[in-house]
């Protein structure tokens, strides 16, 4: 409905009494009325008889006017859907009803004088004028859509500067030659790469070249209102344009790639494909200011890059820029079709307003190419625009034509300036078209006949805009030749082996961290390094963790878990796992360590463990204990409950720990097969990244897992996926039994002088089991043991049988092995899976000389678990065996007795004589 259409059903006594009003006291009717009956006024006295009018033209008056200010607010609303955005087809028809016919208002009418003029800023007018206004802001080459903006002084901005500044928004000769050349850069390089390298994928901007003035424009206009740095992530489309073109990187490497010439590294990994890598170079603004660029290397899968971005720059935000968000703009570059049809974008737009994941606003830059793989825009999508994910929180699309780059310019300075001012995202939808197929190498019009017809005759945008400064005389004709000319001899010369000069980049200080850290070798998992901390540690935090303020008035079960806190640390020095995980937390804040901690529910943890953050019970007020350690020297606790989403928080994390060498960064699923949800972050950044593009992170997964009789959906993190993910130690897969184990773990994350992600399936009844207690001796002394060895079955050579497992599994056995007082059965744990410490297993099974079984038990089916893993890594032992559930469809038994005789059935099946 209409912002005012309410008003023509008004009441007119209640018009009349707020008229009244108004003329009593002007202030004390709302604004919008105010303008109105001043505009009211100003008819009735052009209209009225010696100022005092009949009734009837009163009336007509009020009606005329209140219908001006309707069609007026309706262009707002629905303007965009008659704007001149699409550079090749005619818009469909989406019945936008801005007729004056549609407002009680007719041709007669199109030289009455209105003040609703005002309201667009060129004061009272006729209505023609009005109409002409209208149709030129709003159905022009830009259709701007903001009116869900709901903050008024939001809203008043964004309508003055679509109103006001469109309106006169004109750009200096030297600005409109910036453009040029830059649409000159993006055109030849396509073309030249298009004649050198026939058949060779590339991925092209060709259709949409715009897009190197725009984010030319974004990186100096950023620059001028605060930005030091911008961070990219876009798909493959135009990939290598923008490297050359706007972040510098030369030409001869590009060439370079093309030519297959460049020789790999092959101890740096694996590699990828060139318009999957990515780059980061320091550039020169216009106005004299450094900035630096930083484009995201990403996977095929499309807009997975998004929440990894966003990650990264707010793991800057937070310990580069001291929370300064205007000094690194996030820029994603979209494809159409998978900006609507990916439900990650969903994912990361949503959590850009949420406390832990907000950067200050994001810049959408969509490639509207109006055709996915080969899929219409019809058959894509369900909303109008691919943008309309936007209206969740309420930001701005501005729908802007590709063939109009100075449009295009507008639209993105004013996209950066409404971020930097308000900090909150913003789409810029550029309407163009994709020259060729998806690749060079596709014929589109398989699929697309009409559209490539007359794409195939459309002149590209530097040709559109030079002819239009050459009818203007806004450039001289020979101008674009020579710019043309100029360039081609220098990608020749640079093909030539002509090597371009780039500004020399300076290394931020995250990524002299990183240069400081190594490569893992082979020989690092051999055994682990000291992590053990001094008692004056412990006592510290155990201190804080049981210390909260003065009128704080927690709940009777957090009192009494204060009170067991406070036994464990200085009474019974015994720690659960709970207790050993904050430790490790605050021993790290002590060594100035950031710690980062997100997930669903992992304040208070999802089987209420944790308890991170404590909440007043009466006023709900949060108390963080380990934020109070030591405020002058300590590291920064964050911890924040996550939105329900696992894909784009993984990613998120993901990438805050990609930029962060220092800092442990986990992720915790609520039970572990919800990381099935964020699989393809963990297929694509998680386990071969390092391999694909040198980036290595120790980002940290907390995954529950353990069979305790809850059904299939939440027994099994599915380890067997992550195993065949583990390759040249690209992973630490674990699955721990001691709480003091847990804690060397997570501090070796960051003692380890090289950092790789790790995989932690984490229990879930082993929280509260009486025997899961470590003494704090094992704290302060010692580090992380991959292995467990049995010290109840001796003598050695009495041993006939050797059980290895890992997990919760070992206390079933244990308790097995103990009530029968079987010496005979040796139970190993491996509390490291991954890599599999092969040497200290061997080790320890040389000591049973008269072995005549090892077994492998696990509680998973056959066809789960870690079973394939054990016979990959021995598959020279012949003698090995299996004990496991029957293979199963699904992980598990949704029946509880079920699920206590399959469970009997394995632990007498492993100690059967």
């Given at each position: ?309 966003v990650g990264s720059a707010r793991a800057k935000i937070d310990s580069l820029y001291q929370n300064d968000y205007k000094k690194i703009i996030p820029i994603l570059i979209h494809g159409d079709a998978a900006l609507a049809g990916q439900g990650v974008v969903y994912?990361t737009v949503q959590m850009s307003h949420l406390p832990g994941y907000h950067v200050g606003g994001t810049i959408h830059f969509v490639i509207n190419n109006q055709v996915g793989f080969t899929t219409d825009f019809d058959d894509a999508r369900s909303s109008i ?529």
């Open positions: 409905m209409d912002k005012y259409s309410y008003i023509s059903n008004a009441d007119t006594a209640y018009i009349d009494d707020l008229y009244k009003s108004y003329k009593n006291d002007p202030g004390s009717v709302d604004e919008s009325w105010r303008r109105f009956f001043e505009g009211f006024d100003f008819s009735l006295e052009k209209y009225g008889e010696n100022g005092a009018p009949t009734e009837a033209v009163s009336k007509s008056i009020l009606e005329k006017e209140i219908a001006v200010r309707r069609f007026i607010d309706a262009y707002r609303l629905r303007g965009h859907l008659q704007s001149l955005t699409n550079p090749v087809r005619k818009r469909k028809d989406r019945k936008a009803r801005l007729e004056l016919s549609d407002f009680g208002l007719s041709d007669k009418d199109l030289d009455t004088v209105f003040e609703a003029g005002n309201e667009i800023g060129i004061g009272p007018a006729k209505l023609r004028d009005i109409v002409a206004a209208l149709k030129k802001i709003y159905e022009g080459p830009i259709g701007f859509e903001f009116m869900s903006i709901r903050e008024p002084e939001v809203l008043d901005w964004f309508k003055n500067k679509v109103e006001k500044e469109f309106l006169n928004f004109t750009l200096s000769s030297e600005q409109k030659k910036r453009i040029l050349q830059k649409l000159n850069e993006a055109v030849v390089f396509e073309n030249f790469l298009h004649t050198k390298y026939v058949g060779q994928k590339r991925f092209s901007l060709e259709g949409g070249e715009s897009t190197i003035p725009a984010l030319d424009a974004i990186i100096n206009y950023g620059s001028d209102l605060g930005a030091e740095e911008v961070i990219i992530g876009m798909a493959h489309r135009g990939r290598l344009n923008v490297l050359a073109n706007v972040l510098g990187k030369t030409y001869e490497q590009v060439f370079n790639e093309f030519e297959g010439a460049a020789i790999p590294d092959e101890t740096m990994g694996d590699g990828d494909v060139k318009y999957h890598l990515g780059f980061r170079s320091q550039t020169t603004s216009l106005s004299g200011k450094s900035i630096n660029v930083n484009l995201s290397p990403n996977p095929s899968h499309l807009e997975a890059v998004d929440p990894i971005v994912e625009y691919s943008t309309d994910i936007s209206q969740i929180i309420e930001a701005p699309e501005l729908h802007v034509n590709g063939d109009d780059p100075e449009a295009v310019i507008f639209a993105v300075k004013l996209a950066v300036e409404f971020r930097q001012k308000f900090q909150r995202d913003i789409f810029v939808d550029m309407v163009c078209y994709r020259r060729h197929g998806h690749n060079e190498s596709d014929e589109p019009k398989f699929t697309q006949p009409t559209l490539y017809n007359i794409i195939s005759k459309h002149p590209n945008p530097r040709e559109v805009y030079n002819n239009r400064l050459l009818e203007k005389g806004d450039v001289d004709a020979q101008l674009a030749k020579t710019m043309d000319k100029e360039f081609r001899k220098l990608l020749t010369d640079r093909l030539n082996e002509v090597r371009q000069n780039p500004l020399p980049y300076k290394p931020q200080e995250f990524e002299k961290q990183w240069q400081a850290l190594r490569r893992g070798a082979p020989e690092d998992f051999l055994s682990s390094p000291d992590t053990s901390i001094s008692q004056e540690v412990v006592d510290k935090v155990g201190k804080s963790l049981t210390t909260i303020p003065k009128g704080f008035k927690p709940l009777r079960q957090i009192e009494k878990l204060l009170k067991e806190r406070k036994q464990a640390f200085f009474e019974t020095k015994e720690l659960n796992w709970a207790a050993a995980e904050l430790l490790a937390y605050g021993s790290l804040l002590l060594d100035g360590k950031d710690v980062r901690i997100s997930g669903q529910d992992v304040q208070r943890g999802t089987f209420s463990h944790r308890h991170a953050v404590l909440n007043d019970a009466e006023s709900n007020e949060k108390y963080i204990n380990l934020v109070h350690l030591d405020e002058q020297k300590q590291g920064r606790f964050m911890i924040y409950n996550s939105l329900l989403s696992e894909y784009a928080v993984l990613g998120f994390e993901c990438g805050y720990a990609m930029a962060t060498p220092n800092s442990l960064v986990i992720w915790e699923a609520q039970f572990g097969d919800f990381a099935n949800g964020a699989q393809v972050m963990i297929d694509q950044f998680i386990s071969s990244a390092e391999s694909k593009w040198n980036k290595m992170s120790g980002l940290v997964m907390l995954l529950p897992h353990g069979y305790e009789g809850q059904g299939p959906e939440h027994s099994n993190a599915r380890p067997e996926r992550f195993l065949q993910l583990s390759a040249e130690y690209n992973l630490v897969v674990a699955n721990i039994t001691t709480p003091a184990n847990f804690f060397h773990l997570l501090r070796r994350q960051l003692t380890w002088d090289f950092r790789k992600p790790c995989v932690v399936m984490t229990p879930k009844s082993l929280l509260r089991h009486p025997q899961v207690i470590s003494p704090i001796s094992e704290f302060t002394q010692g580090g992380f043991q991959e292995v467990f060895a049995d010290n109840y079955a001796k003598p050695f050579d009495k041993v006939e049988k050797v059980l290895l497992c890992t997990g919760k599994i070992y206390y079933d056995l244990l308790e097995k092995q103990r009530e029968e007082k079987r010496k005979d059965v040796a139970i190993i744990r491996i509390e490291q899976l991954h890599p599999f410490p092969e040497e200290q297993v061997d080790k320890l099974l040389s000591k049973y000389k008269n072995m005549k079984k090892l077994i492998w038990v696990q509680e998973e089916p056959v066809n789960m678990g870690y079973w394939t893993f054990i016979l990959r890594t021995y598959y020279e032992r012949k003698d090995i065996e299996l004990v496991a559930r029957k293979p199963s469809a699904s992980p598990a038994s949704g029946f509880a007795k079920i699920h206590q005789e399959e469970q009997a059935k394995i632990v007498n099946a492993a100690f059967n004589r």
